[in-house]
């Protein structure tokens, strides 16, 4: 039997066994390799015949800042030169579900840790678990000496400064994992009223080969193309995943992409549109992009500014009364495009809400968060503070730190610097968190993911050093997926913050 790593062009090659031979599957990220990996796949392969590790792809690795720290395809490789192992596969699925579907295994292993751990943040073994009925297989799990490749990896390969270390340990002293842990149990029992535009994201992706031959222009290979939830469907995609039931009021169109898009959105999504007589027409943003490197080459809108009548501002003012009684929180997503025009503002200045509001290339002259006058919390990154402020400082975190000290006198706010990290500005603390992701891959929606998340964890009147803590792990983790392929779970978080904090 030859020893190969298996893909959707092979993947048969694994049936002429099936009738004869035990299939045996582990599932992991196997990235730091260490003994505790090899004890459970030897141990893993006395339940069976052939073994088959499937290894999870880069995009879908959530175990810190950073990782993985090796590649899939060297992560599969070194799995595959193990005595123990006959097949590898690499999973291009964000759970084991799509894994399991594709190899159908007779036994499924996982690490002992897993029989006690049925508490709602191990949801997808929960899930697992009801899948694996279905196909008729069976679980074992194995026991060996413990190690963790995430702990291994912090004290080995950590890339943190003294400026990121220093704030590591302040979170640390001050707050347990458990007290963080019980925070996601209360931000799972909110009722979230959210308003906003909704994007779809078209991402294209390509190759860049170079310069035609004849004309400067640049030239490329097409390789494929996907939609994404974009916008106020994106945020209230991230609030579902931290758990929060979400009534999103927004508009909608009859548009065959659009359909699709809605159809793959959580079902704890309630999804609210109001409609105006006209044609509505949502957004579409569509970005070329050139992989591997996820460069983006050019950028593209389509769309058409929302016009409200009589009837459209009367559904959207009944059905924001409606879900701001019943919900703890009012959150409130601007892009622009006109469906929160200055009557429906003023509107929502009658409210407690917390607001985002973003400028781009094409509302950057007219859409400021100041035509928001009363919202009790509100994020912007840098170049929206200073165009709203009409400033120009120098993009440094202590000069900006200085001007905020000295003349900011908004409280409850937070500015986003990217790479740099972030201010949080609340009851007169300022607190300036610095990010612990060196890599990103993709930031589209971060600055969404950040004030979806602290916009909830301010509700729960946090102190400001955690909240911008939590907030840019959740960022960094966003902007290592592709767009807004997928959404970092509160289960991935709570997972990475306890790596960071072990």
Do not use: W
Request: proline share 2%; hydrophobic share 40%; net charge positive.
């Amino acid at each position: 039997m030859k020893k190969i790593i298996l893909d959707k062009n092979n993947l048969r090659y694994l049936d002429q066994f099936r009738n004869k031979k035990k299939i045996v599957l582990c599932h992991g990220v196997f990235d730091v390799l260490h003994y505790g990996h090899i004890a459970h796949l030897n141990q893993a392969k006395t339940f069976g015949d052939i073994l088959v590790v499937s290894i999870t792809d880069d995009v879908f690795v959530n175990k810190g800042p950073d990782r993985p720290i090796f590649s899939s395809l060297i992560r599969a490789k070194t799995i595959l030169n193990l005595e123990a192992v006959d097949f590898v596969i690499i999973s291009k699925f964000p759970n084991a579900l799509g894994i399991l579907s594709q190899i159908k295994p007779h036994i499924y292993v996982k690490d002992k840790e897993y029989q006690s751990k049925d508490n709602i943040f191990f949801n997808n073994f929960i899930l697992e678990k009801k899948f694996l009925k279905k196909i008729n297989c069976k679980i074992k799990f194995t026991d060996q000496i413990k190690y963790s490749s995430s702990n291994l990896a912090n004290l080995k390969f950590n890339n943190f400064d003294d400026q990121q270390g220093v704030y590591l340990n302040n979170i640390k002293k001050k707050y347990s994992v458990s007290y963080i842990e019980d925070i996601f149990y209360k931000i799972k029992k909110l009722k979230i009223c959210l308003i906003g535009d909704p994007i779809i994201d078209k991402y294209i992706f390509s190759s860049v080969e170079g310069i035609a031959s004849k004309s400067p222009t640049l030239a490329s290979v097409y390789h494929g193309e996907e939609n994404y939830a974009g916008g106020a469907l994106a945020v209230a995609s991230m609030l579902s995943s931290l758990g929060t039931n979400v009534n999103l009021i927004y508009y909608s169109d009859k548009n065959k992409l659009t359909k699709e898009i809605e159809k793959k959105l959580n079902k704890n999504i309630n999804l609210v549109s109001i409609n105006n007589t006209s044609n509505s027409f949502i957004p579409i943003i569509e970005r070329i992009v050139n992989i591997p490197r996820y460069e983006k080459l050019h950028q593209m809108y389509y769309f058409k500014n929302f016009t409200h009548n009589k009837i459209s501002v009367h559904k959207f003012k009944k059905q924001v009364n409606k879900f701001y009684n019943k919900g703890d929180l009012m959150l409130v997503i601007d892009f622009g495009f006109n469906f929160l025009d200055a009557n429906l503002i003023k509107f929502i200045n009658n409210f407690d809400f917390s607001v985002n509001v973003h400028s781009n290339s094409i509302n950057k002259n007219f859409n400021n968060a100041s035509k928001y006058k009363k919202s009790i919390y509100s994020t912007l990154n840098l170049s929206e503070y200073l165009s709203d402020r009409r400033l120009q400082i120098e993009n440094s975190p202590n000069k900006i730190l200085d001007y905020i000290k000295k003349k900011e006198k908004k409280d409850n706010f937070s500015i986003t610097l990217g790479k740099k990290g972030s201010i949080f500005k609340k009851k007169g603390k300022i607190i300036y968190c610095p990010s612990f992701f060196n890599y990103t891959k993709d930031t589209t929606g971060s600055g969404d993911a950040y004030f979806a998340i602290t916009a909830l964890l301010n509700r729960l009147n946090l102190e400001p050093d955690l909240i911008a803590f939590l907030g840019n792990i959740y960022a960094g983790l966003h902007a290592n997926i592709v767009g807004n392929k997928s959404f970092v779970s509160s289960e991935d978080l709570v997972k990475n913050i306890k790596i960071l904090l072990s």
